[in-house]
């Protein structure tokens, strides 16, 4: 499994994003997707992940302002930020198989990361 993420880049607050995650190998309706960020320093956090029953995961601090979608005909998660704030700034990962929304050690696959920075 291979996960590639675009879509990073810089954003003044209140402006809008959308990150792309094209993933290779069985994972559409097998493995439990997500998108994950990380600050220098901090630790991994959910931003907001697909569960296999179809109820999806947001952190608190991105509710109503992030929505996560999947293209299973173009094996692509999507992640579309809106209202960004300077708190969103972080290298965001696309996620695979394994538990969203628990200890990011259960993820089983990782992207290579894409910056997001909001000034």
């Known amino acids: 499994v291979q996960l590639v993420e675009s879509g990073g880049g810089s954003v003044q607050a209140g402006g809008s994003l959308k990150l792309s995650c094209v993933v290779s190998g069985y994972v559409f309706g097998v493995c439990e997707l997500g998108w994950y960020r990380q600050v220098s320093g901090k630790e991994r956090e959910l931003v907001s992940g697909l569960r296999l029953d179809g109820t999806t995961l947001y952190s608190d601090s991105v509710k109503g302002r992030f929505t996560i979608s999947q293209e299973e005909a173009k094996n692509t998660l999507y992640l579309q930020m809106n209202n960004l704030q300077i708190a969103d700034t972080a290298v965001y990962y696309c996620?695979?198989?394994?538990?969203?929304?628990?200890?990011?050690?259960?993820?089983?696959?990782w992207g290579q990361g894409t910056q997001v920075t909001v000034s």
């Open positions: 996620a695979a198989c394994g538990r969203m929304g628990v200890d990011p050690v259960s993820v089983n696959y």
